[in-house]
């Protein structure tokens, strides 16, 4: 057992086995419909292998923190039991609704590449264009895209489902991941609608990532996994007073953390180093990403510096020495300090939420680590 409290390593490994095997129960079904659909298999596989798991690691801990079974091997105190086989599989389910969103924000973004390879809408344009086929590469791409994204987020139920947890766990459970579905995609509009109006304020910008990342990242995660523990633990159905204190007390610790999560995704996708991002540099400057970021900088511009920002941001054709210049007016107006100070607030106030959490010792050790591991990071 790693010395990590959050032990990020195993409940990767965890999730990446169940990943694996739902993944080959799927592989049957889809060859027997046809075996040209296994090369969309073979992209979903590809595009889970990567990522950092932190929502499958948020309902983990969420799980641990209401009571649940220690289920990671190499604990003194795991239990190997159904219920741990059930909540891997609860928490491998959000890595398909992740993936799901990504492949639908590609294709939404026009991005090329995700994790340091091709996006699926552009990898399966290839595809077509090699293979000589009929029509446009590019909309065959992305229609493929849509497809994978969409089944992606069928197979979420499913997973959860085929994790063994009790009928009472997923009764629990499943308005969590209802909602969390629903929260993302009106996030995801908003973020979409702030791009295309192009008169986003701090305000606004906070509340769609409060509802496209800090729910969907951190709060719902947690809530999900306490859900699942709160019918199963000791074998006795959790108090309404003991659950209303635990999802509070999500909410008091995700929100301000989520939040400080996206502040620092911003940056990097600004400031940060491709190499280690696996985003294309400027890529949120080309789309015209209207983050905090960009917000606070807009609302204290002078002439010359808006002058940049309408001239640059949103350009497709943006180079680097234009990304620059945009970089420049984002360190000028004090906007990257802001959002510097804001993530470190909120990284404390989420600190400050876990002192009173009614969450196990084990889990709140965890969600500290988590805290600084989310937001002190370079990709």
């Known amino acids: 057992m790693t010395g990590s409290a959050a032990a990020l390593d195993q409940v990767r490994d965890q999730v990446g086995r169940a990943l694996a095997d739902f993944l080959g129960s799927q592989q049957a079904m889809l060859a027997a419909v046809d075996e040209a659909l296994l090369p969309g298999l073979d992209a979903i596989a590809a595009l889970l ?17 209401a009571g649940g079974a220690d289920c990671l091997p190499g604990s003194a105190a795991s239990t190997g039991t159904a219920a741990g086989a059930g909540i891997m599989a609860a928490a491998a389910a959000l890595e398909l609704l992740h993936g799901s969103a990504l492949v639908h924000d590609d294709v939404i973004d026009g991005s090329d590449t995700r994790r340091g390879q091709p996006s699926v809408h552009r ?18 791409g992305t229609g493929t895209a849509i497809l994978i994204g969409d089944l992606l987020l069928a197979w979420t139920d499913e997973l959860l489902r085929a994790g063994g947890l009790p009928e009472a766990a997923l009764r629990r459970g499943q308005p969590v991941l209802d909602v969390m579905r629903a929260e993302m995609i009106a996030g995801q509009y908003l973020d979409l609608l702030g791009q295309a109006a192009g008169t986003g304020t701090v305000a606004s910008a906070l509340k769609v990532i409060t509802y496209k990342s800090a729910k969907y990242t951190v709060e719902r995660p947690l809530q999900l996994g306490a859900a699942l523990a709160g019918a199963v633990t000791d074998g006795m159905t959790a108090t309404a007073g003991t659950e209303q204190n635990v999802a509070a007390a999500c909410t008091a610790y995700g929100i301000p953390l989520g939040v400080a999560f996206q502040l620092r995704d911003d940056v990097l996708g600004v400031f940060g180093d491709p190499a280690q991002t696996g985003k294309p540099v400027g890529g949120d400057l080309r789309e015209g990403k209207r983050t905090v970021l960009m917000a606070i900088a807009t609302s204290r511009v002078n002439g010359r510096q808006a002058a940049v920002l309408r001239r640059h941001l949103g350009d497709p054709g943006l180079d680097d020495a234009a990304a620059a210049e945009i970089r420049a007016v984002l360190a000028e107006t004090g906007a990257l300090a802001e959002c ?34 989310l937001t002190d990071r370079a990709t």
């Open 49 to 65: 292998a990567g990522g950092k798991r932190l929502r499958a690691a948020f309902c983990y801990w969420g799980w641990r923190a």
């Open 123 to 140: 990898a399966f344009a290839a595809r077509h264009a090699a293979s000589g086929w009929r029509g446009s590469a590019d909309a065959f």
């Open 340 to 373: 510097e100070q804001m993530i470190g607030s909120g990284v404390r106030q989420a600190l400050g939420a876990l002192a009173d959490a009614p969450f196990t010792e084990a889990a709140k050790a965890a969600l500290a680590e988590l805290a600084l591991t």
